[in-house]
């Protein structure tokens, strides 16, 4: 079954800096991956996904952008955040306990001050 | 347009009572899958249980159980004999092939068992 592997697990930043949070996986080739969000308590709000390398959608718009530069890498980034851009970050990826669930990284927790 | 409803969004029992977490979704789908995670106080999300549209047989494993009705779009979750350590914050999700199979959530129920 596949890991994966969410970086840094928490972090604090100044309003208008830089962000970029890591998602890898091991277990697995070509993984669909997807970046969510959970802000203020509790919603999960699907911020990208990727089918494959290079390739991303996204579902809302917003101050962040997502790259995947490789097979089992997937990234997200600002480049001014934002107050709003607080949240608790995670990572998914289907397989661990079936085709079809998603499994989740243990998440990123961002406190834009 | 696809959408998962939690209409409750806390419940509080004493430990020993049984609770319901309801659910209900739309989506104009033949096929998709329904799912409920739970989120401890750790943050991270737990699979818990996964049902395909054409399986409507209701579940149980140890204290939980599912009941999906398709004709009510509905998919609840019991737990009997509630514990403290089923306090957590529980998801219903909907996922349709498409747009990356990605996972629609519902908003939540927060679940507090107290002893």
């Known amino acids: 079954s596949q890991t994966i592997h969410q970086w840094p697990a928490t972090l604090v930043q100044p309003v208008g800096s830089p962000l970029s949070l890591e998602c890898t996986v091991e277990?697995?080739?070509?993984?669909?991956l997807y970046w969510y969000r959970q802000a203020a308590g509790r919603g999960l709000q699907l911020l990208f996904y990727s089918v494959g390398i290079g390739q991303i959608s996204s579902e809302v718009p917003q101050n962040l952008s997502a790259s995947r530069p490789q097979d089992r890498q997937f990234i997200l980034s600002s480049k001014k955040l934002l107050l709003s851009d607080s949240g608790f970050y995670l990572c998914?990826?289907?397989?661990?306990?079936?085709?079809?669930?998603?499994?989740f990284g243990a998440g990123s927790r961002l406190t834009v001050l | 347009a696809q959408k998962v409803t939690q209409a409750q969004t806390e419940i509080s029992v004493v430990e020993k009572e049984d609770v319901t977490l309801d659910c209900v979704y739309e989506t104009r789908d033949t096929t998709y899958y329904l799912f409920w995670y739970k989120q401890p106080p750790s943050g991270e999300l737990v699979f818990l249980i996964r049902r395909n549209s054409f399986d409507e047989q209701n579940e149980i494993s140890g204290r939980y159980s599912w009941n999906f009705q398709k004709s009510t779009s509905s998919f609840n979750f019991t737990i009997t004999a509630s514990q403290v350590v089923d306090s957590a914050v529980y998801f219903c999700?909907?996922?349709?092939w498409g747009q990356g199979g990605k996972l629609i959530f519902g908003q939540g129920t927060e679940l507090s068992v107290k002893p």
């Open positions: 277990g697995t080739s070509n993984p669909n």
């Open positions: 998914a990826c289907p397989g661990g306990s079936g085709a079809n669930v998603l499994t």
């Open positions: 999700a909907l996922r349709v």
